[in-house]
Structures are given as structure tokens and as C-alpha cells.
């Protein structure tokens, strides 16, 4: 069987060089147009979005009721920063995003995306620890791994070696716990004793630190590109819940990548009921149509720094009216279309083709997730759970096996961000079965492919 390279195509190599630059300097193919679950490169390629580029197209490209609520509020105004006026868009949008969340979950701060969202958590609860006379609580203890965003604040409290060694000295690193990888475990425990181990691993974490030093702890309710979709036992959610009551501290849900009905819920939290303090959203609340994300907190939290001087805290593009208006149209979208049932019903269908890919190819050690947030870890030896040997670049080599098909799927390592393999399907919630069926005879191909690349084991 051929084994595909991503080749630079002669459309590329026509092109005058590049002036960007990004993790590497391999050229992609120019895009054309996108639309649905598709791209189509100006060589006449057509690709299958089969990971919603990093899991933000939400609705698909192109929707046309998106694209004409944004030319509309474009003809109005692009932008009119937060302090000079309020805007309608910003306004409704909160509103409506409001009665989507939790109850009582009513105070919106709109950002540009996933990295000023988590960092707007935890400087939203550091300022709430001082208004309310608890300046000691500063520790904001995270997973590992985990990953929360790139910048500075939002990396201090992302568990991955790779992306933080380098930038360690100019931060204050935060205390981890073990991200509840319980299907990893060898053990007489149930799954739900093991949610419960993981879950008390946080308290011993917070005595261990000083209960009077930690202010928050930061998760995500259906794991993202640092776990590759990993879902803890159902058994740990409400634990975390009452550890973090117990000892006064916030519990922040980075829904960055589950939330927006990616999951089957609106919230990647509401498979559990589980009530976070504050929520960090973006990705597929603007579903790529403009730079959006958003902090959503209760009014307990918010009115005390109101009451002593405000949110110490802004970005230019906070609460812009044409991001904003692509925002209200999005959700106005996904209710139209019944989006967040059909990820439901579509993730029933996508995650049972990859467990029947899971028997083909024994060395996927496990298929997890929930809606069309799905992972599939790949291992060495499924019995051992011996990792690939990091040489062998078995996640690039799948992602590029996929890609030279026409199927763009996504993976980063799961160890930290140094060592084990995966790969991850999170296409658009308005995909078909007949589309699931399409990107799944490629990753079966590409998988075979893979097998033979790196002699790893088929059955039968």
C-alpha cells in the first residue's frame, strides 16, 4: 500500500514566499472557499473539516443566515469600544447566552477567544478573593495535563511540559493534580471508586498547598486537545463539586472546546449537572465566523468587585458588535437547525464507527468522549499500554495519512504534551450519517496505512 506524504502541491510552489510564520514552514494548499463540512483549495482539492479546524465550526462554514446578520450589524458598525457605548448585538447576545447556562449564571464578559477566556476566570476570581476580604487566596490548582491557553496567565495554568518549559521563568506555575485518566488504571477498583480516588487527589492537593491559599480549581468537564476527549467517571463530578464547597473555593469549567452543544449539551458540565462558579466558552460560540469567546459568572462574584472600583481587567475587541452580532447568530442557528440534538444523535453514530475501528485496530487502546467531541488514544501494546516510541511521529503520521485523503482530523500528544498518541474526530454538529460514513472509510484507510508504516498490529 502507498504510504501518502503531505507534499507541497505545484500550486504551492508557485507561490511567492510567505511572510508568515507558525509552527512550521511547510506550505499548505491556498484555501479556496469552505461551506457545510467542507474546504476546497484553490488546486481544486476538496477537504472534509472532520475536526472543525480546532474543534470551532461548530455549525459548518458559510451559513448564509450568519454571514447576512453580520453584513447587516456591518452596515451599522464594525466596532465601538465598551467604555464610550453599549451595543445591541453585545447586549442581546449576553442575554441569550444567559438563559442557555446554568441558573444564575447571568454575568457575561465577552473576549476574542479561548486564552483571554480562561485568563479573565481566574483574574475574575482572584479580584473577587480580595473584594471579599480573602487576599491569601491566590493558588489556582489545574490538571495535568491539561490546557487552558498560550498566554502567559492562561498558560500557568495549562499542565503541559512542552508548551510551558520554555516559558516557565516569566510565569508563576500553578499546583496540578492528575487528570482523571481512569481507564489507564490496573487496579481492583470500580470505575466510579476510581472518579471518587481522582476527585480526593484536589483535596489532598489543597492541604497539601494550604486551604487558606487556593482560590480556585480550573477543569474540563469532557477533556480537549491535552487529553484528547477524555472523560473522567461520571463519580468525580459531584466530588470535585463538594471538595470545592468544602474548602470556599471557585470551581472554574474550561469549556473553551466542549461547550456551544459540541457535546450533546449545551455545556460539556450538563451531562453531570455539575454547577461551576465561573465558565470560560469561545471556539464554537463564535463557530469561526469572528474572533468570541466569553466568561459567564453569577452575580455573587461579580457584585462585589462592581461594589469596590470594578473588573480590573479589558481587551480592545471586548463585547465588538460584529463579533458579537456573528455570536447571537450562531446560537440563533443552532436552535434553528435542533444542532445540539443531531451532535447528540451524530456522536452516538461517530463514536460506535470508531470502537468497530477500535476492534480492526487493536493498537487503539481506547474511544472516548461525548457527542462530536470524540478521541481514540494509540498505543504500542493494548494489554501494557506501552506507548509508540516518540520517533515514530504515529500521530503526525496518521494526521497526514487522513490529510493526503482529504480528511483534516486533529492530534497532540496526551503525556504532557511530550509522549503518547492520538487522534481526535470532532466534525461540525450539522454533519450527516452519510458524511460519518465518508470520514470514516478514510480513517480506516489511513489507519491501515499507518499499521503498515509502523508495523503495528490489524486484526485479522
Same mark, same amino acid.
Given at each position: 500500500m502507498p504510504t501518502p506524504e503531505v507534499q507541497p502541491s505545484p500550486e504551492a510552489e508557485a507561490r511567492p514566499p510567505s511572510h508568515l510564520f507558525y509552527l512550521s514552514s511547510l506550505r499548505r494548499p491556498l484555501v479556496d472557499r469552505a461551506e457545510g463540512i467542507y474546504f476546497w483549495t484553490k488546486d481544486g482539492r476538496r477537504f472534509i473539516d472532520g475536526s472543525s479546524g480546532p474543534m470551532v465550526a461548530n455549525i459548518g462554514h458559510s451559513n448564509r443566515n450568519v454571514l447576512d446578520a453580520m453584513k447587516r450589524q456591518m452596515d451599522k458598525t464594525t466596532f465601538a469600544y465598551?467604555?464610550?457605548?453599549?451595543?445591541?448585538?453585545?447586549?442581546?447576545l449576553a442575554r441569550a447566552l444567559s438563559h442557555k447556562l446554568p441558573e444564575g449564571m447571568d454575568r457575561i464578559f465577552f473576549v476574542s477567544g479561548g486564552s483571554e477566556a480562561t485568563e479573565s476566570c481566574i483574574k475574575l476570581a482572584r479580584q473577587w478573593a480580595v473584594a471579599t476580604g480573602q487576599p491569601k487566596r491566590w493558588k489556582v490548582i489545574t490538571r495535568f495535563p491539561s490546557y487552558h491557553g498560550g498566554t502567559l496567565g492562561?498558560?500557568?495554568?495549562?499542565g503541559d511540559d512542552a508548551?510551558?518549559?520554555?516559558f516557565t521563568p516569566l510565569m508563576r506555575v500553578m499546583p496540578t493534580v492528575p487528570a482523571p485518566a481512569a481507564w489507564r488504571d490496573r487496579d481492583n477498583l470500580s470505575m466510579e471508586q476510581r472518579g471518587i480516588r481522582y476527585a480526593d487527589m484536589l483535596e489532598d492537593k489543597i492541604q497539601a498547598e494550604g486551604p487558606q491559599s487556593v482560590l480556585a480549581f480550573i477543569m474540563e468537564p469532557v477533556g480537549g486537545a491535552a487529553t484528547a476527549a477524555l472523560v473522567a467517571p461520571d463519580s468525580y463530578y459531584a466530588r470535585i463539586r463538594e471538595i470545592c464547597d468544602r474548602y470556599g473555593i471557585l470551581l472554574i469549567h474550561d469549556e473553551v472546546m466542549s461547550g456551544a452543544g459540541r457535546t450533546g449539551k449545551f455545556l460539556g458540565g450538563d451531562h453531570w449537572s455539575c454547577k461551576p462558579d465561573i465558565v470560560a466558552l469561545s471556539k464554537g460560540l463564535g463557530s469561526g465566523y469572528a !474572533?468570541?469567546? &466569553?466568561?459567564?459568572?453569577?452575580?455573587? *462574584?461579580?457584585?462585589p468587585l462592581l461594589a469596590s472600583g470594578g473588573f480590573q481587567h479589558g481587551h480592545t475587541y471586548a463585547g465588538n458588535p460584529l463579533a458579537c452580532a456573528a455570536g447571537l447568530a450562531v446560537l440563533s442557528e443552532m436552535d434553528r437547525l435542533d444542532l445540539i440534538a443531531n451532535a447528540a444523535t451524530m456522536g452516538d453514530v461517530l463514536i460506535a464507527e470508531l470502537k468497530a475501528l477500535q476492534k480492526?485496530? !487493536?493498537?487503539? &487502546?481506547?474511544?472516548?468522549?461525548?457527542? *462530536?467531541?470524540l478521541g481514540a488514544e494509540m498505543v504500542a501494546d493494548p494489554e501494557a499500554l506501552t506507548p509508540i516510541a516518540p520517533a515514530k511521529k504515529a500521530t503526525q503520521r496518521l494526521l497526514d495519512h487522513a490529510y493526503a485523503r482529504g480528511l483534516i482530523i486533529y492530534g497532540r500528544k496526551v503525556k504532557g504534551g511530550v509522549d503518547g498518541d492520538n487522534f481526535m474526530v470532532a466534525p461540525p454538529m450539522i454533519i450527516t450519517r452519510e458524511q460519518i460514513g465518508e470520514m470514516i472509510a478514510i480513517i480506516g484507510d489511513s489507519l491501515e496505512a499507518l499499521a503498515e508504516e509502523l508495523d503495528l498490529p490489524v486484526a485479522g
Open positions: 465598551r467604555l464610550h457605548f453599549e451595543n445591541e448585538p453585545a447586549e442581546e492562561s498558560l500557568a495554568i495549562t508548551l510551558a518549559e520554555t !474572533p468570541l469567546g &466569553a466568561l459567564a459568572a453569577p452575580m455573587r *462574584l461579580v457584585e480492526r485496530f !487493536p493498537f487503539i &487502546a481506547d474511544v472516548r468522549g461525548k457527542g *462530536l467531541l
